[in-house]
C-alpha cells in the first residue's frame, strides 16, 4: 500500500506545508516525513487523525490504486450491438455499470421479451416512449421519466413508439455484467 504518497499528493494539492500538518495533529517532522516516504506504517488511529486533518474519509487512504476514480473518455467509449440494439458502455468494468442503449421501434431490450439477472437496474428515458413490465408489474414511461427494480424478477422494456427509444441504464451487481447486453 502507498499509503504516505497519498498523503502527501493531498497534502501538496491542497497546498498544506509540513508544519502545518504537524501543529494541527501533534505529529512531529519527522515522523510525518517517514509516513509520506512510506518508511513507517503509522496506526488506524494515527491515520485517522491525519483523515480529518486533510478532510478526507478514512477509508480513502486505504484505497488500492485500481480503487480509485476511473475515467472512460466520449472517443474512448466501448461500443456494442445486440440484435437491433447499439449500446454505448459509459463506465469501465466494476460493479455498477452505466450504458446508453438505443432501440428501434418494436424492439425489446434483453435476450428475449422477459429475462433476469442478479443485482439492481434503474432506468431514464432520455427519448422515445417504452413498456417497462416486471412481474405483474407494468408502466409506460417517456422521456425524463425513470424506473428501477431488482433485476433478478423477470423483466422487459419495450420500445412502443414510433421513433428511436434511447435510455440510459444503470446496472448494480456484484457479479460479471459483461454478459448483459
Not at 19 to 31: I, N, P, R, V, Y
Not at 133 to 158: L, M, R
Request: net charge negative.
Amino acid at each position: 500500500m502507498d499509503i504516505g504518497t497519498k498523503i502527501r499528493a493531498i497534502r501538496n494539492r491542497k497546498n498544506i506545508t509540513i508544519t502545518q500538518m504537524c501543529e494541527a495533529t501533534g505529529l512531529s517532522k519527522g515522523f510525518i516525513s517517514n509516513v509520506e516516504n512510506n518508511n513507517t506504517s503509522p496506526s488506524i488511529n494515527t491515520l485517522n487523525t491525519i483523515a480529518e486533518f486533510l478532510k478526507v474519509p478514512l477509508p480513502y487512504l486505504l484505497l488500492e490504486k485500481k480503487q480509485h476514480m476511473r475515467v472512460v473518455r466520449k472517443d474512448d467509449r466501448r461500443t456494442s450491438s445486440y440484435k437491433n440494439l447499439k449500446i454505448e458502455h459509459l463506465t469501465s468494468k466494476g460493479p455498477l455499470q452505466l450504458r446508453i442503449v438505443e432501440s428501434p421501434p418494436g424492439v425489446a431490450i434483453g435476450e428475449d421479451e422477459s429475462h433476469a439477472h442478479e443485482g439492481e437496474e434503474c432506468h431514464l428515458v432520455l427519448e422515445g416512449k417504452v413498456l417497462a413490465e416486471q412481474g405483474e408489474d407494468s408502466i409506460i414511461a417517456e422521456e425524463g421519466d425513470s424506473f428501477c427494480w431488482n433485476a433478478s424478477v423477470p423483466h422487459t422494456v419495450k420500445n412502443i413508439g414510433d421513433t428511436k427509444s434511447v435510455i440510459l441504464i444503470a446496472i448494480y451487481s456484484d457479479t460479471n455484467l459483461d454478459d448483459l447486453l
